[in-house]
């Protein structure tokens, strides 16, 4: 069974950054697809980056293109997100998620089998 866990999150001020990590267990994330969504109260949970396992591709919300970077460490069975120039509109829980097999790229939730429980970034203004 596939355990995800985030860890990284944290209070940080606007224009700052900070970096999440996703450590998975259970299995190897070697070809699986590897996301991350964030969800504030009151809404749905929204997609913010993936990357895929068999090419390598990575798709990112138009809404943090060019501030936010995924990647993975396959070694240590890790998936980080580096998040740049933080916005008070990214305060949110992020989660991380991992396809079942290998698929490409995948920016809805329901194409994602496995799930952390979250770690919450606040960006103060």
């Known amino acids: 069974q596939v355990q995800i866990v985030e860890s990284g999150g944290g209070l940080v001020q606007a224009g700052g950054s900070l970096r999440l990590s996703c450590a998975v267990s259970?299995?190897?994330?070697?070809?699986?697809?590897l996301g991350w969504f964030r969800q504030v109260p009151g809404m749905e949970r929204e997609f913010v980056a993936t990357r895929d396992g068999i090419i390598a591709s990575t798709y990112y919300a138009d809404s943090v293109k060019g501030r936010f970077s995924i990647g993975r460490d396959e070694d240590k069975n890790t998936v980080f997100l580096q998040m740049n120039n933080l916005k008070p509109e990214d305060t949110a829980v992020y989660f991380c998620a991992a396809t079942s097999v290998g698929t490409g790229p995948e920016s809805t939730a329901e194409s994602y089998a496995y799930w952390g429980r979250g770690t919450q970034v606040t960006v103060s203004s």
């Open positions: 259970g299995d190897t994330i070697e070809f699986r697809t």
